[in-house]
């Protein structure tokens, strides 16, 4: 089981809002989440992010993998 920490988008249109979750790589984007880990708010003058650092620690020492934009928001 291959695990990727990718953004789940759960906002409504014109108002971007993801989690954070664990998933099977090959699952659909809106597919089942082993783990949520958080939240992701883009607005145009600021960005909320909220992340369980413990959680993102056991999980990428479990093997999975950052996508790109995990690896850009935790920068």
Known sequence: MSLIIRLS????KGEARFRVVVKEKRSKLSGRAVDTLGTLVRRVENVEKT???EKLKYW????????DSVK???E
């Open 60 to 67: 990428i020492s479990k093997g999975a993998q950052l996508s």
């Open 72 to 74: 850009k928001m935790l």
């Open 9 to 12: 988008r759960i906002g409504r």
């Open 51 to 53: 992340i369980d650092q």
